[in-house]
């Protein structure tokens, strides 16, 4: 797990880890049906703030790419494939599927999870900016022109948030 450090205390990177469990859960339930209808939102695995999140949805889009079913049995085999065996556990799978809520829910849950994604990356991103901030020798423009995409990513995310 990531954490930030400000003042000497530590803080938790923005994450949301039940909506994560949520997604996933889904679309091992249903599919390359929900597999799409979140893929607008979770481009690719960097999203998922779990590292096991991460690789279970790797696998699912490798599964996608190949045009294969994807489902609790076909992601299991895909990990074990990809030399993931500690993630590739069938009960850990399994319970994913049982947090799932109402299925209709999950691209509210996959915006959520993305959500959390543009503001780990902005709170990474102003920490790196107060580093480079302190380096006279470091060109800091690229970092400047970063740290305001993602903070335009935030203002898009807040403004659709006002719309609902």
Known sequence: ?????????????????????????TVLLKGIQIYEKVLPWIKDEE????ENHQEIWKACRVLYK????????TVMNKLKEMKKESVADGYYLTGLTGNVGIASNVITHA??????????????????LFDVAHDKY????????EHERLIDELTILFNLDMLR
């Open 111 to 128: 915006k959520i999870v993305y959500e959390k994604y543009v503001q780990r990356k902005t709170a990474l991103s102003a920490y790196s």
């Open 66 to 73: 190949h045009h294969q079913t994807i489902d609790t049995i």
């Open 1 to 25: 797990m990531e954490t930030e450090q400000k003042n000497g205390n530590m803080k938790m990177l923005p994450s949301a880890v039940d909506a994560e469990e949520s997604v996933l859960g």
């Open 138 to 145: 470091y060109d800091i423009q690229s970092q400047l022109l």
């Open 47 to 50: 999203v998922f703030y779990g």
